[in-house]
């Protein structure tokens, strides 16, 4: 059951008090919207009477959840957020209650139909920028004015990612409708790094001047749960230069405005997955400023991922179950071979074919990447849908492009399916 709708009849003899109607809550939800409509204008003769009706919400074990008065038609309560005024909760089955507040009631009683939509819990694909600051170190804006923008710009999550500071950690507010990825951009003199989903990853000091200590801080910050990106690695500014690439868990393969060391980046990145490395990709900002032409929300990560929750989403993009794109409105890439999707280990098999799904490409080349190639993928229009046959073993991503003056710049780019 998806809907349940309840007509009800407010009398005449109600005006003035508070009562409730009941209904029946299934498992495995995450959101509960209810909406009413009713007739808020009633003519009698030469006059005019103005219907009010109010509601508010309780749940199974009696507890109240929010109050709206008649202001708003519709609300949702969720386990990852809810609307102004509403407690977010998980969604507990059971015997829940619309409060009705019967204010001002035509003698002739008001008809009301409520409709109670009940949202499932479900795969979904949310966008966010993984790398994002703050005034806590050399950004523009404070995390409030950050949570606005970003859901201005549609982004479901986002990193706020300090220069060697985690103070905010400990501090991240709520914001309705957006996910609050911790983390600490670990920024060194030969290389940053992105320290994610742990609010202090380094305990004592940032600091470390030698091979030893950098190592032995990335295993405590690893130790604490963190998970560890490369940040530009092939910037000309900063780029990482230190001669390991085994202590990161991740690359950050697009900073910034799409240009030339992103596109040294992806290459470098396909070097290691021809050497064997499992290695997912991200993308970020790198926003301070309001300063063309780094924008908030240019790129994003988009992540295939089981909930809104901070740490779904954090897992799903360490396991590799996502791609990177321009924006929230740039190209959609997917693949999936039998059950296997995005980031994950496939054996190869007789009969299954890999499924190459790709949308909004507005004119891009689609391009599919393997252990030995670069194939030219023909398609008609901004979407592809096609199947090929895996033949060996190895790896297989894609990316949509764009030449200009000769140059290939990516708009896209997924992580890959491993064959074995």
């Excluded at 940053?192 to 742990?198: E, I, K, W, Y």
């Excluded at 998970?227 to 990482?240: A, D, E, F, T």
């Excluded at 400023?289 to 908030?296: A, D, N, Q, V």
Aim: charged share 25%; proline share 4%.
């Amino acid at each position: 059951m998806d809907k349940l709708e309840i007509k009800h009849k407010v009398k005449k003899e109600s005006e003035g008090t508070y009562y409730t109607i009941g209904f029946d809550v299934p498992e495995n939800l995450e959101s509960i919207t209810v909406s009413y409509n009713y007739r808020r204008i009633a003519k009698i003769g030469r006059d005019k009477i103005h219907n009010v009706v109010d509601i508010g919400l309780m749940d199974s074990d009696g507890r109240f959840l929010g109050w709206s008065g008649s202001t708003h038609k519709s609300i949702l309560v969720g386990e990852y957020g809810s609307s102004n005024g509403y407690v977010s909760q998980r969604i507990k089955a059971g015997r829940w209650s619309i409060i009705v507040g019967a204010y001002k009631i035509d003698c002739r009683g008001v008809d009301v139909e409520y409709v109670i939509e009940f949202g499932k819990k479900k795969s979904r694909l949310l966008f966010g920028d993984l790398h994002v600051h703050s005034d806590a170190s050399d950004g523009q804006f404070d995390i409030p004015d950050l949570a606005k923008m970003a859901r201005k710009r549609k982004l479901d999550f986002i990193g706020i990612a300090n220069h060697n500071n985690f103070s905010e950690n400990f501090i991240l507010p709520h914001a309705a409708g957006l996910t609050f990825i911790p983390a600490v951009e670990w920024t060194h003199y030969l290389g940053h790094m992105n320290f994610f989903g742990v609010p202090n990853p380094f305990e004592n000091s940032f600091i470390a001047n030698s091979k030893e200590e950098m190592n032995a801080l990335i295993r405590h910050a690893k130790k604490l749960g963190a998970v560890i990106s490369v940040n530009h690695p092939k910037c000309r500014l900063c780029p990482y230069l230190w001669d390991d690439e085994n202590n990161f868990d991740m690359i950050e393969i697009w900073n910034g405005p799409m240009r030339p060391s992103n596109v040294k980046t992806a290459v470098w990145w396909t070097g290691l997955l021809r050497q064997g490395r499992k290695i997912p990709i991200v993308g970020g900002s790198d926003y301070h400023k309001r300063l063309m032409p780094i924008r908030l929300g240019h790129p994003v990560t988009a992540v295939y991922t089981q909930s809104p929750d901070t740490n779904d989403i954090l897992s799903a993009i360490k396991n590799g179950h996502s791609f990177v794109t321009a924006s929230v409105d740039g190209p959609k890439l997917n693949l999936q071979y039998g059950r296997a999707t995005i980031g994950d280990t496939a054996k190869i098999e007789d009969g299954i074919l890999l499924e190459i799904t790709a949308s909004e490409l507005s004119g891009a080349k689609l391009m599919m990447v393997t252990q030995d190639e670069e194939i030219k993928i023909h398609y008609s229009g901004g979407k592809v849908n096609i199947k090929v046959e895996v033949k060996k073993p190895g790896f297989v991503y894609i990316k949509a492009i764009n030449k200009i003056f000769g140059i290939e710049f990516i708009r896209a780019i997924s992580n890959p399916i491993y064959f074995e």
